[in-house]
């Protein structure tokens, strides 16, 4: 079928009943080796092994994941398929000959704006920590335009703010001041009009926040902002909690990014890639990075033509395939779709939480939106977690929000159905009554599962990824299994 290739001439490749064709390609002899130590299998071997694999793992689409803040968990495959349908353009191709291309991205700038009642948007951020740093990157230029750089350094943001928020803030030049929720888990108002003032540049949250309850002072908070010359920067990584409901607009926020890898139809989860596309209003649109996408009427057209942009922020145009996705999502589901998508994702949470409320701890009792956070009682969040891999479901989020101590945060999604939340529920019951009546079988948990409780710090010091790593480390005595 091929012919080994060999430094010192041509590769060759003869296929069956096709000529032999010749790749004139140069190879480095310093590179080539002269054999690989491949092994040598059947193919039905190595596709017995990865299944094999595979079924050790856990995935969506085998049983419910409630992973919470990662939203939407299901992402149907035919916006795959559609994904997949782009895949031969590429991104130097000239404007003329990418025109569907780049009406997706018009569209899918445009249905954004709508959602989220912002102005315009950048579609090149490839995951929403990126946006975020987006984000702070037009904050900055924005006060350094007005002439405030120097003198507004600071960032504000909740102590339930997600990690990845002081971390973008503090990479854009920023000071980061974290405000203590309250007792309800809320915005402080008091405390945050003590540290709001002329040196703030903006203050970033989420809303819902990450345990699941609505800032209801939103208004009353844009206000202390605007009054200090301070901008309001809105986390969407889920917003499938409000969209089509209320949006960041309307709570007058300036900023906003959105995680489409968690929203609209990209899994999150794997390393990506993602999509973190960033809306602002008003002067910002001025700073937003080049090029975005315009329409003159007759063509779509790459625009760099932004007064005081920040720049490009990423290579080419974003992760165009995840970008289709999104798009082809929002355009099956139209505005009525995404509203249900929402209502079904919050009346989900509040459902699950109802049904186990009386075998866990609640931290916080106010109503829940998408997704709520408990905590067990007699045992670690880590035993809960490793004890419903034995029943065949994917472990909660745990030991986030840093302000719950043992937190399971909990997301059901839209996705499930009530029969799965039920049967979910009834796992995390029985769990509870073990919790109690025999703590010591969630302490050795898993049982079931391929791999028994593995060591977390020896994990991460010492990480054994491939066969190879495994039998040097072995030879050298420093794996014990
Ligand atoms: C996931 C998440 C982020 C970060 O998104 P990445 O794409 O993982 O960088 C930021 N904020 C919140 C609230 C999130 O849930």
Known sequence: MYHQARYDEPLLFEMKGAKSCKLDINLNPELVRERLDLPNLPEYEVVRHY?????MNYGVDINIYPLGSCTMKYNPKLNEEIARMFMYLHPYQDES???????????????????????????????????????????RAYHEYKGEGEKRKNVILPDSSHGTNPASAAMAGFNVIELPSNKEGMIDLEA?????????????????????????????????MH?????????????????????????????????????????????????????????????????????DGEKYYLDYNIKHTIGKVRSFYGNFGVLVKAWAYIKRLGGEGLKKAAIKAVVNANYLKERIKNYYEMPYRNLRKH??????????????AKRLLDYGVHAPTIYFPLIVSEALMIEPTETETKENIDEFAEIMIKIAKEAEENPEILKEAP???????????????????????????????????
């Open 51 to 55: 299944t094999r694999l595979s079924q």
């Open 447 to 481: 049982h079931n599962a391929a791999i028994r409780r593995t060591d977390d710090v020896l994990a991460s010091k010492k990480p054994v990824l491939t066969w190879k790593m495994y039998r040097e480390m072995k030879e050298r005595g420093e794996v014990d299994y």
């Open 227 to 295: 009054k200090n010359g301070a901008l309001l920067y809105y986390d969407g990584a889920n917003l499938n909690a409000i969209m089509g409901i209320t949006s960041p607009g309307k709570m007058n926020f300036d900023i906003v990014h959105l995680n489409l890898h968690k929203t609209f139809s990209t899994p999150h989860g794997g390393g990506g890639p993602g999509a973190g596309p960033v809306g602002v209003r008003g002067e910002l649109v001025d700073f937003l990075p080049v090029p975005i996408v315009n329409f």
């Open 371 to 384: 997704e709520f956070v408990v905590r067990p009682k007699n045992v670690r969040a880590l035993d809960v």
């Open 192 to 224: 945050l009009e003590n540290v709001v003032d002329d040196t703030t540049a903006a203050f970033m949250i989420t809303n819902p926040n990450t345990l699941g309850i609505f800032e209801e002072n939103i208004l009353e908070i844009a206000k202390i």
């Open 97 to 139: 000959t990418v025109q569907g291309a780049l009406q997706i991205m018009y569209e899918l700038q445009e249905m954004l704006k709508e959602i989220t009642d912002m102005d315009a948007f950048t579609l090149q951020p490839a995951a929403g920590a990126h946006g975020e740093y987006t984000g702070m990157l037009i904050a």
